[in-house]
């Protein structure tokens, strides 16, 4: 892939798209004002294709993981070359048993220590090799050509020529990022390194035995499919037979169908006109529904009017027996006042009657002698 400088806004690295894991080139470096172009690594002109104003660096892996392409590191080197931009070689899955990029014109190379370098799974790690062969002075990369503020002013290239890259990778990256292994991890891993051509041997020997082993069962299968063709052949016959009867048989289920559809749509026609009959009985069913609803609302105000009336009628009946009963009730007190006074003057003749008496046979006598 085709890296463009961190110092230019918006640098690009040309990148061979076989790699698996996608994330820092497309995500992370993007943060970083980074950004990448993914090309085929099977054609090593496409990264020659691919460079821009401001391409910074060519990325590759020697065996594409996990598809195992192998690159031809050399042409890829030399349009390198011709971009004035660093090889950057990631040789984590070939290992330096197998491989030397660098002699194959990788300017850098870089290795994940914790796969087959270390190879005992106890330590996580990386390596950054630099070859010392490319040129940081061309113009290019003004982070290695101008004096540097946060390391004394120090012009990397003028200073340490070859070994400027790696020098600032130790003096700026580990001292900002402090990407340092412990004394006992680096042990496990030095440990590890000194039986790499070993276990490398071992996994080459291995991967032999099973391509010869493979290949044997390729030639089985070629010639059990020589012999599933024919069979296949035979199959297909008997199929294309089955087909052409199934096709009989289709044309007469299509023509049931058709003749099915056919008295449908005359059956359709009929019920339009039945629908066209039965909307003209519903248009006349709401007329006379809504001349029904006249007369209802008719009747309702006769009914509420005769209620009205029965109500005025009520009142004026009870209007009247109040009148009888207050009438009644005085003949009845002046008939108990009659009948107490006559009470009380048959009371008072009785008690007095012999004095009444005596004044009416008096009066007589008063009479004669006057």
């Not at 503020?149 to 700026?172: C, D, Q, T, W």
């Not at 990407?179 to 000194?194: K, M």
Request: glycine content about 6%; charged content about 20%; hydrophobic content about 40%.
């Amino acid at each position: 892939m085709c890296i463009r400088d961190r110092i230019l806004p918006f640098t690009d690295y040309i990148f061979n798209q076989s790699t698996k894991d996608f994330n820092p080139f497309t995500i992370s470096y993007n943060h970083n004002g980074i950004t990448t172009t993914f090309v085929d690594p099977d054609d090593p002109t496409e990264f020659t294709k691919a460079v821009k104003s401001n391409t910074r660096a060519f990325f590759a892996e020697s065996l594409g993981n996990p598809k195992l392409d192998v690159l031809d590191l050399k042409a890829i080197s030399e349009s390198a070359k011709k971009a004035k931009v660093p090889f950057i070689v990631d040789n984590t899955v070939a290992s330096p048993a197998l491989l030397n990029p660098i002699e194959h014109g990788a300017n850098i190379v870089i290795h994940s220590l914790t796969k087959y370098l270390t190879g005992n799974g106890t330590s996580m790690g990386g390596v950054i090799i630099d070859a010392g062969t490319f040129n940081w002075g061309n113009g290019n990369f003004p982070e290695f050509t101008e004096p540097n503020p946060s390391y004394h002013g120090l012009n990397y290239h003028e200073a340490l020529g070859k070994i400027a890259f790696i020098a600032k990778v130790r003096v700026e990256g580990l001292r900002d990022l402090g990407s340092a292994p412990s004394p006992f991890n680096s042990f496990q891993t030095i440990q590890g390194i000194e039986t790499l051509d070993i276990r490398m041997k071992k996994h080459s020997e291995k991967l032999i035995a099973n391509q010869n082993l493979n290949n044997s069962n390729i030639i089985s299968s070629v010639k059990f499919f020589d012999g599933s063709i024919n069979k296949l052949r035979d199959e297909l016959s008997l199929l294309k037979f089955i087909l052409n009867e199934d096709q009989k048989q289709f044309v007469a289920f299509r023509d049931s169908q058709l003749n099915a559809t056919t008295n449908l749509m005359n059956f359709s026609e009929e019920a339009k006109g039945d629908i066209q009959s039965n909307r003209a009985l519903l248009n006349d069913l709401k007329n006379e529904n809504i001349k029904n609803g006249t007369l209802i609302k008719e009747i309702d105000k006769q009914i509420e009017l005769l209620a009205n009336q029965q109500d005025d009628n009520h009142k004026k009946t009870e209007a009247l027996l109040a009148k009888i009963d207050s009438r009644l009730s005085l003949s009845f007190v002046l008939k108990a006042i009659v009948i107490t006074l006559s009470l009380i003057l048959m009371v008072f003749i009785w008690k007095y009657k012999h004095i009444i008496t005596q004044v009416i046979n008096s009066a007589p006598n008063q009479g004669k002698e006057r």
